[in-house]
């Protein structure tokens, strides 16, 4: 039976023993190793779900910035379901949507506008909360990556590295975001010089 999209998961039993032989349940009930890439490409995502998770748990965390990261959390989710469920023919099951891919470009959009025009590379850092940011990018890098190695494997939904691709180029843009009224340390090619302790 198809979960509707709203309707929530029910956990009655948080350890079932079910996986103690390696293998674990894809969303469709079918059972597969816990090698199975798909298992490692939700797994990624999870992990970039939990860094968005300590970013919103920042208290130097601008205000506008928590309520877009609090909807792209439960979005992963959708990822995470999407990612689990094998595709089989036109079903119906929970995917990931132009919709909410749409609402990442309008956000990329949106906070990109203010920021000054980049004239170089940027390092990972600044204040706490871009650099957090910056980690959580570079996993959704890593999430992307890992669903794309799927798909050489498997049909996946196509959409997925698609919205994992403009996630990562949101979080860049909203680690920016995080750094504006502060310093935004820019890559000098060749390094600055070293001086001696």
Known sequence: MTRKREEPVRLTKIYTRGGDQGETS???GSRVSKLDPRVAAFGVVDELNAQLGVV???GELPMELREPLARI???LFDVGADLSTPVVGDDRRLRVSQEQIDALERLCDRFNEPLPELKSFVLPGGSEAAARLHVARTVCRRAELFALATA?????????????NRLSDL???LARSANVGGEEPLWEP???AATSP
């Open 56 to 58: 919103l748990a920042l």
């Open 26 to 28: 894809l969303g469709d």
């Open 152 to 164: 050489a494997e498997m049909e996946i939904d196509p959409l997925v590295p698609v919205y994992l």
């Open 171 to 173: 979080l860049f843009i």
């Open 190 to 192: 060749g390094g600055p």
């Open 73 to 75: 959390q439960n979005d």
